[in-house]
């Protein structure tokens, strides 16, 4: 990908969240281009992590908000192979979770952002495992 971890801006003002939100944006284009099936194998999970429009806005909207959430996106295939389940609960009612029977909430450590949290939607009737959000939990020092 050629966003550079120098382009992404590190304060908290409306404009600089609208910055991240668009480099991650061109990140998921550019990483789509590059990955045509759209998904990643998880090595936990015993099966594919699937991007697709949910996956996108969701992170977009909650990664922008702050700057290392916006890092961990840039290691999207790492975090989507190797993250390791800690809980399944039940999707938000009313929202766009309403789409999944079930919520997977798996965590990673990301070298130079700590520790990060990837919810994955289990889709109803096919069972297709969605990625729906990524962000920074734990910062290292």
Known sequence: MCINKEDV???NNPAEIEQRQAIILQFYR???AANPTQRVYNNELKDYINIRKVSIS???RHAAKTYLSTLAV???DGILACAKKVRIGKPKARTSQSKFQAMIEM???CPGVGRVKLTVGVKLRT???IQYCITAIDIKD
Do not use: F, R, S
């Open 9 to 11: 801006p590190i304060g």
């Open 74 to 76: 840039m290691q999207l």
């Open 127 to 129: 069972h297709i495992k």
């Open 58 to 60: 969701e992170t977009a």
């Open 107 to 109: 965590e990673h450590d």
């Open 30 to 32: 550019e990483w789509k």
